[in-house]
């Protein structure tokens, strides 16, 4: 044990050096880099109830698979060590430590969940190993202070929250509000950004807000009573499953309200569709990946690179699955700081370099969303642009909108 | 060890000179030995899983004194091993109670919390027994979010906490201390349930187990011992729950979901029902399989873990320890014959 | 007093799912004597086939028939193959293996089929009936289908030999054995006819809550409760006792403040277990008379 902490010491103090002098020509490892590879951890729920994430992970793989295939970053081959949590935090602990005590990897990358992002961040954070680009949108993962090694991907739930409250606030000042939202940190955080978006008038606009769990059969009950309670506004904060139910149910009993879907639930393919395409129309949501079954960007160059990288690596991949491209476009985001971390692949490094993200445009993001971050900027992905369905296909309007939690 | 003594006095076999109780003792001390010795020659990583083995022991054996001493069912253990550990992590991270001091606290809740539950159960009978404790597992997380008792919950957020640092200035890493800690509960907890075994109250729970009718007939307070076997069964899953939250830093409503309880029941029918040392084979089990079945296929990892499940159904239809007794006795009979 | 009337409908509707699989846990408990935890994955996977059947382009009821028909026979081979070897085993060890079947099926749905939510189609009008809103047209088919489920199983237990034999079965083997039952044959015959009902009710709910590998666990604890109320011997009573489920499951999340809303589930379990403590075999079941 000793051995190895003094290693890893040597290697900080090196990383500190290499910080005030930066001469790049030196080849620098931590624990998980050589000449030859890089390991990179991950955690995914493969099983239980939230299975249908698992697809993340193994699109993930996928996409490593091409990039070895085409010779590597820097000449290094990734080496994509994930391992599945079933979705309980327990259990992520016990996979975290043993990515970083027995398979010796660079980093975990994506991690997915807010609870077992929890669970860890202080072991990785004492550890000094980066937890890097976690799969939620919790505010949490974006505290540099507190928190130097694990930082945040996508935009966060609570910005998204107050752009559906500008929204609300601008088009339908008078609205009465229904809320439709998962009884977990996730649906709590999207509460709280509408919420504090509409600031004093959230107490008078809000006339019901409703949560359900994971085990319930439906939603029917709680859309029965939205509808009964007289809103007109109604801010839709679930899973596929259920926003597709909920879209359902509410054309049934004839509801028809402005309707705010958040971002999670807003692929054509696996949740507009099963609900029926007429039924969703004119649902409002934000954007900021492009929707592989929306026919806007049939013809888009991204597209197609990400549909033939689909079909040679990963045909047995759920292409009209939104993870899939989501995946596609966080792996190319790691790649980018790999990239960038150039031969000194130590993990204060890599976590340098993830701080260090300048507009990098990658194909699968919604034209004018770039990833920008910065030591005190853990949020990469802060733009969103609201959008329309029109029975078809989404419309983006308004301007590229960005939160306003996070730093710089 | 009580069922094995029925056998040994029957049979009384001896094996290398040693009678069967001998042969209990020496293994016992044996694998106590090897238990104090393994964390100074493993890695970290490995310490913590087997200090989890050993929680889960306790925990499985918690039930096991219900079900395999008392004969009731119950799929619903995960709520208890929940309120040890939300116990501990309120009283640590808000009140600031030192660790060790949170475990009989958590215990003597649970206790009470088993008692309770246990009263309204004792209308409730085998399959009925098992749908009510079903529905306490499914209703759990969702009890541990409710908003009222948000402020020391931390509602769906949880409750991180900090890990414990090696006393005296021992020095152990925090890892090595924490599996001596739990190696000393375990084995306070394991002689505990042993001699409550060979007591006259575990055999006022037997006798209900085995014949409920007969008990009452002679004069045994059947509801007082029911919903007791319930409270003491909750204890020991509480103080195992109050070790995991410290062992893990952490506490949340998803950690603690029905399939924790299905854990429970598989380790407990694994082990060997009704028998103590089973319960760390069962412990290991549901610690390793999983990560063993993972390594298999990762898209069928459960399906493995079904087919295996199976497989040691049928090979150890009355469990580990049964078919550790059934050997043991093949192995006894044939050196006997060959003497 | 309309949102009371709304949510009294909504409840029917969602109790239709409820007491459709009730009647499949009253089918296997009539023939085993006791829960099989892995009914509800049973339901799903034959639900997956259907699905599969419908995708390479055959007639809905083409489809359905194959999948009853392939679900009685899986559930007969699964008899046959998994428990028969382990009869004599202790009930505890049946659990186990109902735990591994769970696992597998969850897990091999999900590997063959995605994790995605796929739309399963209603063989029933799609406009709502009578211009009222509240009930669709798939709810009211539901609710039939499951009478029509309830009076078969009905006739078959109550007026034919088969069922007679199958009830001796499961109720005193050896006695059964005795006068020249086949009781393994009974108890297989009754695992296939849990199966299909299993299928039907899998086919049924999936349009209403789209089809997904873990879509039951839920609805399983519901129809178990559903069933248990009901009172475990009376497929009439199981079929009663999921409609109230689905109600009072809906009307206590409603009205009861605060806590109803984030509780339903709780409260739902609470208020069977109370029937239960006040009517130990349920409403409509028979009280078991324990022998010394």
New interface residues.
């Given amino acids: 044990m000793t051995t190895r902490r003094t290693l890893l010491a040597a290697a900080a103090l090196a990383g500190v050096a290499l910080v005030s002098s930066p001469s790049l020509a030196q080849k620098k490892y931590d624990p998980g880099a050589s000449d030859t590879e890089i390991k990179v951890g991950n955690i995914n729920p493969y099983s239980g109830p939230a299975s249908a994430y698992g697809l993340i992970g193994k699109t993930i793989d996928a996409y490593f698979k091409k990039v070895n295939a085409e010779g590597g970053i820097n000449g290094r081959k990734i080496t994509f060590i994930s391992y599945d949590d079933g979705f309980s935090p327990p259990k992520t602990v016990e996979q975290a430590r043993k990515l970083v005590e027995s398979d010796e990897v660079l980093l975990i990358f994506q991690s997915l969940g807010t609870a077992g992002n929890t669970a860890i961040q202080k072991y990785m954070n004492g550890k000094k190993v980066p937890q890097l680009f976690v799969a939620t949108g919790a505010t949490q993962f974006g505290n540099p202070k507190e928190y130097p090694w694990t930082m945040g991907w996508q935009p966060n739930y609570q910005s998204e929250g107050r752009i559906y409250a500008k929204y609300i606030l601008d088009k339908h000042p008078a609205g009465k509000i229904g809320i439709l939202y998962q009884n977990d940190d996730y649906g709590k955080d999207y509460l709280k950004g509408l919420k504090d978006g509409l600031g004093a008038k959230a107490a008078s606009m809000i006339v019901a807000e409703l949560p359900y769990e994971v085990a319930d059969p439906t939603v029917d009950s709680q859309i029965v009573t939205l509808k009964s309670k007289g809103a007109d506004v109604f801010f839709n904060v679930t899973t596929p499953k259920f926003a597709a139910q909920a879209i359902r149910k509410a054309a049934e009993i004839g509801w028809k309200p402005v309707h705010l879907l958040n971002n999670v639930s807003n692929s054509v393919g696996s949740v507009l569709k099963p609900a029926g395409l007429e039924a969703s129309k004119d649902i409002l949501s934000t954007g900021y990946i492009k929707d592989a079954t929306d026919p806007t960007w049939k013809d888009d160059a991204a597209m197609k690179e990400w549909e033939a990288f689909m079909n040679k690596y990963f045909p047995d991949g759920d292409k009209t699955s939104s993870f899939t491209n989501y995946a596609y476009t966080v792996a190319q985001s790691l790649v980018q700081v790999l990239k960038q971390a150039g031969n000194e692949l130590t993990r204060e490094n890599v976590m340098k370099q993830a701080a260090n993200l300048k507009n990098v445009e990658l194909g699968m993001l919604l034209p004018g969303i770039k990833l920008n971050s910065g030591p005190n900027d853990f949020y990469p992905i802060e733009q969103m642009q609201m959008q329309r369905f029109d029975g078809e296909r989404w419309h983006l309007f308004g301007p590229v909108m960005s939160g306003e939690i996070g730093g710089s | 060890m009580a069922a094995r003594e029925d056998i040994a006095e029957v049979a009384a076999p001896r094996v290398g000179g040693l009678t069967f109780p001998a042969w209990q003792r020496l293994l016992t001390v044996g694998v106590l030995i090897v238990g104090l010795a393994i964390p100074l020659f493993v890695r970290n990583f490995t310490v913590f899983q087997l200090t989890l083995v050993m929680i889960y022991a306790i925990a499985i054996l918690g039930l096991n004194l219900l079900t395999g001493i008392n004969g009731q069912f119950s799929l619903g253990h995960s709520a208890f091993y929940a309120i040890g550990a939300y116990t501990t992590a309120i009283l640590m991270d808000r009140f600031g109670v030192p660790y060790a001091l949170t475990l009989p606290v958590a215990g003597v809740i649970c206790l009470i919390a088993g008692f309770l539950f246990g009263l309204p159960a004792l209308r409730l009978e085998g399959l009925y027994l098992a749908l009510a404790t079903f529905a306490l597992a499914v209703a759990t997380p969702q009890l541990l979010k409710l908003s009222l008792f948000e402020r020391w919950t931390g509602g769906v957020q949880g409750i991180v906490i900090v890990k414990p640092d090696p006393p005296f200035g021992l020095p152990l890493s925090q890892d090595q201390w924490l599996y001596y800690f739990t190696l000393a509960v375990l084995v306070v907890m394991f002689a505990a349930a042993a001699r409550l075994i060979s007591s006259r109250t575990g055999r006022a729970l037997k006798a209900i187990r085995d014949n409920p009718l007969a008990a009452k007939a002679m004069g045994i307070d059947t509801a007082l011992y029911k919903s007791l076997a319930f409270g003491v069964s909750a204890l020991y899953t509480g103080v195992a729950g109050a070790l995991g939250a410290i062992v893990i830093q952490f506490v949340a409503p998803d950690s603690f979901t029905f399939f924790l309880a299905v854990s429970f029941l598989v380790g407990m029918v694994v082990g060997g029902v009704g028998s103590i040392p089973g319960a760390l084979i069962g412990g290991a089990f549901i610690m390793f399989v999983p990560n063993l079945a993972e390594q298999v296929s990762k898209g069928l990892a459960w399906a493995v873990y079904g087919v295996i499940l199976i497989l040691v159904i049928y090979v150890m239809p009355t469990g580990a320890a049964g078919f550790v007794r059934l050997v043991a006795g093949r192995v006894a009979r044939v050196v006997s014959s060959n003497r | 007093m309309?949102?009371f009337l709304?949510?009294l409908l909504?409840?029917i509707?969602?109790g239709g799912?409820y007491a459709c699989m009730a009647l499949a846990v009253v089918m296997i408990y009539q023939s085993i004597d006791?829960?099989n935890f892995a009914q509800g994955e049973m339901a799903m996977f034959s639900t997956y086939i259907a699905w599969q059947l419908l995708a390479w382009g055959w007639p809905y009821w083409g489809a359905f028939a194959a999948t009853v028909a392939l679900s009685f026979i899986g559930g007969v081979v699964i008899e046959r193959t998994?428990f028969k070897?382990?009869r004599n085993?202790?009930v505890?060890?049946h659990?186990?293996?109902f735990?591994?079947?769970?696992?597998?099926l969850?897990?091999?749905a999900?590997?063959t089929w995605?994790?995605?939510?796929?739309?399963f189609p209603s063989p029933f009008p799609s406009e709502?009936l009578f211009g009222n809103?509240?009930i669709?047209a798939h709810d009211l088919g539901m609710i039939g289908i499951t009478v029509v489920l309830l009076v078969l199983l009905y006739v078959l237990f109550r007026h034919t030999r088969l069922g007679l034999a199958m009830r001796a079965a499961a109720a005193n083997p050896e006695s059964a054995r005795l006068v020249g039952i086949r009781v393994g044959w009974m108890v297989a015959l009754g695992w296939g006819l849990a199966a299909a009902i299993g299928a039907i009710a899998g086919m049924m709910i999936a349009p209403?809550?789209?089809l997904?590998?873990?879509?039951m666990?839920?609805?399983l604890?519901?129809g178990?409760?559903g069933a248990?109320v009901g009172g475990?011997t009376s497929p009439v009573g199981a079929v009663i006792g999921g409609f109230a489920v689905g109600i009072v499951?809906?009307l206590a999340?409603?009205f009861i403040p605060?806590?109803g809303?984030?509780?339903?589930?709780?409260i739902a379990?609470v208020l069977?277990?109370a029937v239960?403590?006040i009517k130990?075999s349920g409403l409509f079941g028979r009280t078991a008379v324990?022998r010394?």
């Fill in positions: 309309e949102l709304h949510q909504a409840g509707a969602t799912i006791h829960f998994l070897p382990i085993a202790p505890l060890s659990i186990v293996v735990i591994a079947m769970f696992s597998i969850n897990s091999v999900g590997f995605e994790y995605t939510i796929k739309s709502p809103r509240l669709s209403i809550v789209f997904e590998p873990n879509m666990l839920g609805i604890l519901y178990l409760a248990v475990l499951e809906n999340g409603t605060v806590i809303k984030e509780l339903k589930l709780t379990l069977i277990v239960l403590m130990p324990s010394v």
